[in-house]
C-alpha cells in the first residue's frame, strides 16, 4: 500500500496575539489520510492553532509548509468556524453561504457558472438540505446551519477538512450524524476537528493532537493518565475497552 | 395641486435629489444595517460636523470640510479598531466627539454670524442646489456600479469575514472602500436630513424591509423605494405644513416602519390562527 501523501507541516511553530504566546513548541503534519481530534482545555491555544494552520495568523517563528501546494487555498483546505462567530440575522440564504465557498480572489466580478450552482446543488442534495435552500441563515435550526457551513467548506472539493468545535450548539441527532458523514468524508479527505468535548469525539478519531500552551501529537486515539499528566494537559482521561467508552476523571490542577 | 409644485425649480431639484439620496442611501444602509456599523456611522456622521466648523472658519464650502473629516474618521475608527487596542466603540465614541469639538471651536472662532449652520444640522433639502445634485448623481451613479459589479464579494464578506480571509480575498481593501462610500453617502445626505437625522435616511427603509425580506440584494431594492416614499411624502408634507423638511421626512419614514411592524404582526396572528383552525 502506498504512504500516505503529507498534507502540510508545522515545524517548531510558535505563535500568539499581540507579542504573547499562545502555542509554543508545535511540530506536526497532517497525512491524506488522517482523521486528528484538536483537544485541550479552552484558552488553551486550539482556536490559535487553527488559525495559523488556516494562514490567517502569521506564527512569530517556526514554519509551515503545505504540500502540493504552496499556501493553504481552497482546493487544500475547507474550513467549518465556530458557530457563534456568525451573525444569524444576517439577511443571506442557504444557497448563497454554499456558494460563497466558491469565492476566488481573481474572480469577484465574475458569475457563477451553471456548473458551479450544480456543484452547490450537489453537495446541499448530499447533505439534505436541499429543500431548504432558499432559506435565510435565520430561520434554520443549529444542524441545519452546521449542514449548510458543511457544504460551504466541502463545495471546493478540499484534501482537508477543518471543524471548529462543530458540536456546539446543535442536537443530538445532529450529532451522530456529523459523525457519519466525517467517517464517509475520511474515505477521501483528511479531517482534523477541533473539540473541549473528548468524550463523544475520542471513539470517531484516529490520533489527538492535545493542546494546552504546549501542542503534543499522539499517534493513538487514547492517552493514559501518566501522558496527561506529563503534558500539564488537564482534560479528561480517554480509553477505549471492547465497547468503546470513556473513564472520566477529574485532572489534579497544575499547582498540585 | 402637487404638480404645481414641480414648476417651482427649487421644489424640482428637491425631488431630483431626494431620489438620489434615497439610492445611495438604501445601497449603502442595507450593508451598514447587515454588518451591524450603525453605531460606527453615527460616528462618521457627528465627526463630519469639523470640516464643516473648518470650512466657515478658513471660507470654503463646508461640504469640501465634511468630506474630508468623515473620510479620514472612517478610515481613522478602522484602523484603530482592527489594528491597534482601542475597543471599536471607544475609538467610534472618540472620533464622534472629536470632530463635533473641533466644529464648535471653529465655528466659535468665526467671525460674525454662521450663515446656514441649521440647514447642516437639521437638514433642509429645500436649499439643494444644482452642484450638490451634480455631486449626489456621480455617488449614487458610482455606488450603484461598485455595488453591481462586487455584490458577491460585498455579501460575503460582510457575512463571514474570516473565511473570505480563507480564501485569500483583499478584505481590508474592500472594507476601507466601502466605509469611504459610506462616508461620501452620509456627507451628501446632510443637506437632506442634516447631521444629526441623517442615520435615520440608512436605517429605517432598511429595517422596515428586513421585516418581511431576509435577501441582501432585495432589501436594497425595497429600501430605495420605501426611502424614495418616505423623502418625497416628507417632502411634500414640510411643505404644506410649512415644518422642517429633514424632520417630516423621518417622521414618515418612523411611521411606514411602525405601520409595516403592525402588518407583519397581523399577518403572523393571523397564519398562526388559520394554522390552529386546521387540526
Given at each position: 500500500m502506498n504512504k500516505p501523501g503529507k498534507l502540510l507541516e508545522l515545524i517548531e511553530v510558535v505563535a500568539g496575539y499581540g507579542g504573547e504566546v499562545i502555542i509554543s513548541n508545535t511540530s506536526f503534519s497532517v497525512l491524506e489520510n488522517d482523521f486528528i481530534g484538536i483537544i485541550g482545555p479552552n484558552g488553551g491555544g486550539k482556536t490559535t492553532l487553527v488559525k495559523v494552520i488556516l494562514g490567517l495568523l502569521k506564527p512569530y517563528s517556526g514554519q509551515i509548509n503545505y504540500f502540493p501546494r504552496t499556501e493553504p487555498d481552497d482546493r487544500l483546505i475547507g474550513y467549518l468556524p465556530q458557530v457563534h462567530h456568525i451573525d444569524k440575522k444576517f439577511p443571506i440564504s442557504v444557497e448563497d453561504v454554499v456558494l460563497s465557498g466558491l469565492m476566488k480572489k481573481d474572480r469577484l466580478i465574475r458569475r457563477f457558472t451553471h456548473h458551479e450552482r450544480k456543484l452547490a446543488a450537489n453537495q446541499m442534495e448530499l447533505m439534505g438540505i436541499i429543500e431548504i435552500r432558499?432559506?435565510?441563515?435565520?430561520?434554520?435550526?443549529g444542524g441545519q446551519l452546521q449542514r449548510t457551513f458543511l457544504c460551504r467548506a466541502l463545495i471546493s472539493s478540499p484534501k482537508l477538512l477543518i471543524l471548529d468545535e462543530p458540536n456546539n450548539n446543535v442536537d443530538n441527532k445532529f450529532e451522530s450524524d456529523l459523525y457519519r458523514i466525517l467517517h464517509d468524508l475520511n474515505k477521501n479527505i483528511a479531517i482534523l476537528i477541533v473539540s473541549h468535548d473528548i468524550g463523544t469525539i475520542s471513539s470517531h478519531i484516529k490520533t489527538i493532537i492535545c493542546v494546552n500552551r504546549d501542542v503534543h501529537y499522539h499517534q493513538s486515539n487514547m492517552i493514559t493518565e501518566d501522558q496527561l499528566r506529563a503534558y500539564n494537559c488537564p482534560i479528561q482521561l480517554i480509553t477505549h475497552g471492547e465497547i468503546p467508552h470513556t473513564v472520566l476523571k477529574t485532572h489534579q490542577s497544575l499547582s498540585q | 395641486m402637487i404638480f404645481e409644485l414641480f414648476q417651482f425649480k427649487f421644489f424640482f431639484n428637491a425631488a431630483f435629489a431626494a431620489l438620489l439620496t434615497s439610492i445611495s442611501c438604501g445601497i449603502i444602509g442595507t450593508y451598514i444595517v447587515s454588518k451591524r456599523i450603525v453605531f460606527i456611522s453615527g460616528g462618521i456622521t457627528h465627526a463630519s460636523f469639523g470640516g464643516i466648523g473648518l470650512g466657515y472658519y478658513l471660507g470654503f464650502n463646508p461640504i469640501i470640510g465634511a468630506i474630508c473629516f468623515s473620510i479620514l474618521s472612517a478610515l481613522g475608527i478602522e484602523f484603530m479598531a482592527k489594528k491597534t487596542d482601542v475597543r471599536e466603540d471607544s475609538a467610534i465614541a472618540i472620533m464622534w466627539s472629536f470632530g463635533m469639538a473641533i466644529g464648535i471651536i471653529f465655528i466659535f472662532l468665526t467671525p460674525g454670524y454662521a450663515p446656514n449652520l441649521l440647514n447642516y444640522l437639521f437638514g433642509n433639502i429645500l436649499t439643494v442646489s444644482l452642484t450638490d445634485i451634480f455631486f449626489s448623481l456621480l455617488l449614487a451613479t458610482g455606488i450603484t456600479i461598485f455595488f453591481v459589479l462586487f455584490i458577491k464579494p460585498i455579501v460575503y464578506i460582510s457575512f463571514d469575514e474570516e473565511f473570505s480571509r480563507t480564501r485569500k480575498i483583499r478584505v481590508d481593501l474592500l472594507n476601507y472602500t466601502l466605509i469611504s462610500f459610506v462616508a461620501l453617502t452620509i456627507v451628501l445626505s446632510i443637506k437632506v436630513a442634516g447631521i444629526i437625522l441623517v442615520i435615520s435616511l440608512l436605517t429605517i427603509p432598511q429595517a422596515s424591509a428586513n421585516l418581511f425580506i431576509k435577501d441582501f440584494r432585495k432589501i436594497i431594492i425595497y429600501s430605495v423605494l420605501i426611502g424614495f416614499i418616505g423623502s418625497m411624502g416628507g417632502l411634500i408634507t414640510s411643505y404644506y405644513l410649512d415644518i422642517p423638511s429633514g424632520a417630516a421626512i423621518i417622521f414618515l419614514l418612523v411611521l411606514i416602519f411602525i405601520f409595516l411592524r403592525l402588518l407583519k404582526f397581523l399577518l403572523t396572528r393571523a397564519r398562526q390562527q388559520n394554522q390552529n383552525q386546521i387540526p
Amino acid at each position: 500500500m502506498n504512504k500516505p501523501g503529507k498534507l502540510l507541516e508545522l515545524i517548531e511553530v510558535v505563535a500568539g496575539y499581540g507579542g504573547e504566546v499562545i502555542i509554543s513548541n508545535t511540530s506536526f503534519s497532517v497525512l491524506e489520510n488522517d482523521f486528528i481530534g484538536i483537544i485541550g482545555p479552552n484558552g488553551g491555544g486550539k482556536t490559535t492553532l487553527v488559525k495559523v494552520i488556516l494562514g490567517l495568523l502569521k506564527p512569530y517563528s517556526g514554519q509551515i509548509n503545505y504540500f502540493p501546494r504552496t499556501e493553504p487555498d481552497d482546493r487544500l483546505i475547507g474550513y467549518l468556524p465556530q458557530v457563534h462567530h456568525i451573525d444569524k440575522k444576517f439577511p443571506i440564504s442557504v444557497e448563497d453561504v454554499v456558494l460563497s465557498g466558491l469565492m476566488k480572489k481573481d474572480r469577484l466580478i465574475r458569475r457563477f457558472t451553471h456548473h458551479e450552482r450544480k456543484l452547490a446543488a450537489n453537495q446541499m442534495e448530499l447533505m439534505g438540505i436541499i429543500e431548504i435552500r432558499k432559506r435565510a441563515v435565520g430561520e434554520l435550526s443549529g444542524g441545519q446551519l452546521q449542514r449548510t457551513f458543511l457544504c460551504r467548506a466541502l463545495i471546493s472539493s478540499p484534501k482537508l477538512l477543518i471543524l471548529d468545535e462543530p458540536n456546539n450548539n446543535v442536537d443530538n441527532k445532529f450529532e451522530s450524524d456529523l459523525y457519519r458523514i466525517l467517517h464517509d468524508l475520511n474515505k477521501n479527505i483528511a479531517i482534523l476537528i477541533v473539540s473541549h468535548d473528548i468524550g463523544t469525539i475520542s471513539s470517531h478519531i484516529k490520533t489527538i493532537i492535545c493542546v494546552n500552551r504546549d501542542v503534543h501529537y499522539h499517534q493513538s486515539n487514547m492517552i493514559t493518565e501518566d501522558q496527561l499528566r506529563a503534558y500539564n494537559c488537564p482534560i479528561q482521561l480517554i480509553t477505549h475497552g471492547e465497547i468503546p467508552h470513556t473513564v472520566l476523571k477529574t485532572h489534579q490542577s497544575l499547582s498540585q | 395641486m402637487i404638480f404645481e409644485l414641480f414648476q417651482f425649480k427649487f421644489f424640482f431639484n428637491a425631488a431630483f435629489a431626494a431620489l438620489l439620496t434615497s439610492i445611495s442611501c438604501g445601497i449603502i444602509g442595507t450593508y451598514i444595517v447587515s454588518k451591524r456599523i450603525v453605531f460606527i456611522s453615527g460616528g462618521i456622521t457627528h465627526a463630519s460636523f469639523g470640516g464643516i466648523g473648518l470650512g466657515y472658519y478658513l471660507g470654503f464650502n463646508p461640504i469640501i470640510g465634511a468630506i474630508c473629516f468623515s473620510i479620514l474618521s472612517a478610515l481613522g475608527i478602522e484602523f484603530m479598531a482592527k489594528k491597534t487596542d482601542v475597543r471599536e466603540d471607544s475609538a467610534i465614541a472618540i472620533m464622534w466627539s472629536f470632530g463635533m469639538a473641533i466644529g464648535i471651536i471653529f465655528i466659535f472662532l468665526t467671525p460674525g454670524y454662521a450663515p446656514n449652520l441649521l440647514n447642516y444640522l437639521f437638514g433642509n433639502i429645500l436649499t439643494v442646489s444644482l452642484t450638490d445634485i451634480f455631486f449626489s448623481l456621480l455617488l449614487a451613479t458610482g455606488i450603484t456600479i461598485f455595488f453591481v459589479l462586487f455584490i458577491k464579494p460585498i455579501v460575503y464578506i460582510s457575512f463571514d469575514e474570516e473565511f473570505s480571509r480563507t480564501r485569500k480575498i483583499r478584505v481590508d481593501l474592500l472594507n476601507y472602500t466601502l466605509i469611504s462610500f459610506v462616508a461620501l453617502t452620509i456627507v451628501l445626505s446632510i443637506k437632506v436630513a442634516g447631521i444629526i437625522l441623517v442615520i435615520s435616511l440608512l436605517t429605517i427603509p432598511q429595517a422596515s424591509a428586513n421585516l418581511f425580506i431576509k435577501d441582501f440584494r432585495k432589501i436594497i431594492i425595497y429600501s430605495v423605494l420605501i426611502g424614495f416614499i418616505g423623502s418625497m411624502g416628507g417632502l411634500i408634507t414640510s411643505y404644506y405644513l410649512d415644518i422642517p423638511s429633514g424632520a417630516a421626512i423621518i417622521f414618515l419614514l418612523v411611521l411606514i416602519f411602525i405601520f409595516l411592524r403592525l402588518l407583519k404582526f397581523l399577518l403572523t396572528r393571523a397564519r398562526q390562527q388559520n394554522q390552529n383552525q386546521i387540526p
